[in-house]
């Protein structure tokens, strides 16, 4: 996960970046850094809705198999940014995207690039468990029968569920109907179930809002797991989370523009986990963290 | 002290009396309103089942939905025709079957159009135009289908598939009427679309967006997540608007006695004239005998029975499906 940084590096924007961990804090303006290897490359992106400015401009590079965390009080945009990386928001009709989000280098939203495809590689978990009205089995066959696999199904099906850490506890069950599991399960259902199409990157909206505690710190341990293979965004508005999965963390906040009345998202600071839990850089980030406001 | 709080506390629960007073009178009204309900009903099926009886008598319930021939007679006091109601059966069932054949998937298309790929700016029209269709009184309905539609379309249509090969087989075959079964279906299938289409629109909606948009996550396209997720999902409400569509066409009578033919023997054909039970009574009863109205509403009793027969299988899968859907794999 340490990667080698150097204090600047010219081709890097110089909003939201990492800093490196030998540069000092105080170096005047937004401290930066490089992550040599970002599945996401994130510049200038604003998403609306209608005449509504969601977030604004945000620059972040996201590393790969390493989890990202991005937290912020309600309204900071933190989940449109999630689900831009996907172009989920398309489905939504009045969203609008600009700026660009390179993934592996090409910009997912150029003109030639088939959104379909987008989410075949990069799989999204929701805040609440949404398994499909049908058997376990079902649940993670869905995607590997929409694109055709071709392979032994029950082997997917098998290897899918012990990578969500699910198998021991369903084995014997594999036609009961996916709903009839507890919250927990259900969710790590729906992780096998993102993971069976082989996605490069799982995004996380939430995973463990709807769950109790241990069915939280069971995914958590998953998700610790799993970033041998994936690359991991989660956003959470739970901060003990973001300390405890997360390898980096962004910390997005809410401008509020009293006279139009309008709340944007904003990217304050984005940095390694460690850093922006310790010694944050902006107040803002550092009043969020210890609870004086959000 | 706390005898005085015991004595304010009795009174101010007493209350006024003016609710004691008014609801009773409340509660008799409701009973009432509930109750005439029961009432008309039951007159209704008494009454029908009872002027009808001399018919079934005569002819034994099966003789007489399996009897091919309808010749009236003109008694006041007793059976001397004969009333087998087969033809009327069959053209009911016939056209029925064929307007749910046709509007169905179509009121599944426009259902999915309007919800799932219409641009914002279009759903609006668009549905409203639907529920348009539905407040068309059946008389225009059956005056448009006369003037245009079977001259136009229907005849045409039929004429075409009827010199194609299809036209080998005898249901197929030749000759094409201008009123048949195949017009009187045509128009049923437009009348019962509305509301198939209205049914399913608001099945469709009702399937939970987190799947659909679980669905989309892993890489479904558009088309994939309807037809994997959405319409399954709404299976029963498909099935629900389509029962009501058929209970509809069933009970449906201007808009048949005008296209069907009124022909009094059933056809094998589609593009053969024949009868409805519907257009039956209507087109022949203002100058029928008593014996013969007697076999309308012979009629009118089994057209209720099969309707009632109807609803109860649609609920039934309904409910089926329902439980299904809740615990096992669809």
Known sequence: ?294 | MSATDTSTTKESLRGSGRARRADPIFRGLVLVAATSVLVVLAAMIIRTTLDAWPVFDAMGFWGFISGQQWSVGHSRSEVTGTYGAFPFIYGTLKISFFAILAAVPLAIGIALFINEIAPAWLKRPLASTVELLAMVPSVVYALVGIYFFRLYIWEPVGQFIASSPLGNLTFFGPPVLLSSYWSAANILAIMILPIITAICRESFAQVPRDEVNAAYAMGATRWEVMRKVIVPRSFSGIVGGTMLGLGRALGETIAIAFLIGASQRWAPQLFFGGDAMTSVIVNTFADAAPEAIWALLAIGVTLFLITTIVNVLARLIVYRVGQFSGDAAL
């Open chain 1, 1 to 294: 996960m340490e990667q080698p940084r150097t204090a600047t590096e010219p081709d890097v924007p110089a909003s939201a970046e990492p800093r490196d961990d030998a540069a000092p804090a105080a170096q005047g303006g937004m401290p930066e850094a490089r992550i040599d290897d970002a599945v996401f490359d994130i510049a200038g992106l604003t998403v609306r809705y209608g005449s509504f400015t969601a977030v604004r401009d945000i620059s972040m590079r996201v590393p790969r198999h390493d989890i990202t965390a991005l937290i912020g009080p309600s309204g900071c945009g933190k989940s449109t940014l999630l689900r831009s990386l996907n172009r989920m928001n398309d489905l939504i009709p009045i969203a609008s995207t600009e700026g660009r989000v390179l993934y592996n280098g090409e910009d997912i939203y150029a003109d030639w690039v088939d959104p379909v495809e987008v989410r075949r590689r990069i799989g999204m978990v929701f805040q609440k468990p949404n398994p499909f009205p049908k058997s376990i089995y079902d649940n993670v066959a869905f995607g590997p029968k929409l694109n055709g696999f071709k392979g032994n199904m029950d082997d997917l099906v098998e290897e899918s569920l012990r990578r969500a850490a699910l198998w021991d506890e369903v084995s014997g069950k594999l036609k009961d109907s996916g709903l009839s599991l507890s919250g927990g399960q259900q969710q790590r259902l729906c992780i096998a179930r993102a993971i069976a199409v082989s996605p490069d990157v799982i995004l996380m909206d939430e995973p463990c809002s709807a769950l109790d505690p241990i069915a939280t710190l069971k995914i958590e341990d998953l998700m610790r797991d799993m970033k041998e293979d994936y690359t991991i965004v989660i956003v959470t508005h739970n901060m003990q989370q973001a300390a405890r999965v997360s390898d980096y963390t962004a910390f997005f906040t809410v401008d509020v523009d009293d006279e139009k009345g309008e709340r944007t998202g904003d990217l304050v600071e984005f940095d390694t986990t460690e850093r922006i839990f310790t010694q944050a850089s902006d107040q803002r980030t550092e009043d969020y963290i210890t609870g004086r406001f959000g």
